[in-house]
T-cell receptor, first 108, second 115 residues
Framework: GQNIDQPTEMTATEGAIVQINCTYQTSGFNGLFWYQQHAGEAPTFLSY????GLEEKGRFSSFLSRSKGYSYLLLKELQMKDSASYLC?????????FGAGTTVTVRA | GAVVSQHPSRVICKSGTSVKIECRSLDFQATTMFWYRQFPKKSLMLMAT?????????EQGVEKDKFLINHASLTLSTLTVTSAHPEDSSFYIC???????????FGPGTRLTVT
């Protein structure tokens, strides 16, 4: 089976940095995705890691350690619009398995 | 680019009726489309994988006779919830994957409420 864990909720202040951790135990691995999802909307792509290391894209960065089954999404210079659910998803063969999502609340 | 649409965005139906949800890739051809359902504050759960011109592959525990999937063209997949019951009320999301890519593009979702 697939086991993907991430914290349920996180709260941070506007302008701050938040790190969302994701650990996974899956039967196979072809990459890890991070998505942002606002309530009642579809997920939107944020990042994709298949090799170990840090991928930086503007205010968002994602890190992967395959040996540890671990990834994190780093959100910098938080803005109010970043309040959303962040989903960690592991690609195994052609299927995506999702974590339950981390709800990030940004406060002024 | 890479836009996926779903129709309808919201639907309310009576128990026992059937509902069809369409998923379209607007600017690319999708050899594979996926159907997910999501309960409030829960993760997306893959229901089935739909390949153009062949039968869908259903995940364990998903009734293929209840959730009929048709992928008749490279830009359209449909999910029909047959004999809907209140417990089928959920947020249904499709995604489409261009040939040769690992990335899925998600539709905006369909909120189904069965009364």
């Amino acid at each position: 089976g697939q086991n993907i864990d991430q914290p349920t909720e996180m709260t941070a202040t506007e302008g701050a940095i938040v790190q969302i951790n994701c650990t996974y135990q899956t039967s196979g691995f072809n990459g890890l995705f991070w998505y942002q999802q606002h309530a009642g909307e579809a997920p939107t792509f944020l990042s994709y890691n298949v090799l170990d290391g840090l991928e930086e894209k503007g205010r968002f960065s994602s890190f992967l350690s395959r040996s540890k089954g671990y990834s994190y999404l780093l959100l910098k210079e938080l803005q109010m619009k970043d309040s959303a659910s962040y989903l960690c998803a592991v690609l195994n063969d052609y299927k995506l398995s999702f974590g339950a999502g981390t709800t990030v609340t940004v406060r002024a | 680019g890479a836009v996926v649409s779903q129709h309808p965005s919201r639907v309310i139906c009576k128990s026992g009726t059937s509902v069809k949800i369409e998923c379209r890739s607007l600017d690319f051809q999708a050899t594979t489309m996926f159907w997910y359902r999501q309960f409030p504050k829960k993760s997306l759960m893959l229901m089935a994988t739909s390949n153009e011109g062949s039968k869908a592959t259903y995940e364990q525990g998903v009734e293929k006779d209840k959730f009929l999937i048709n992928h008749a063209s490279l830009t359209l997949s449909t999910l029909t919830v047959t004999s809907a019951h209140p417990e089928d009320s959920s947020f249904y999301i499709c995604s489409a994957e261009p040939a040769g890519f690992n990335e899925q593009y998600f539709g905006p979702g369909t909120r189904l409420t069965v009364t």
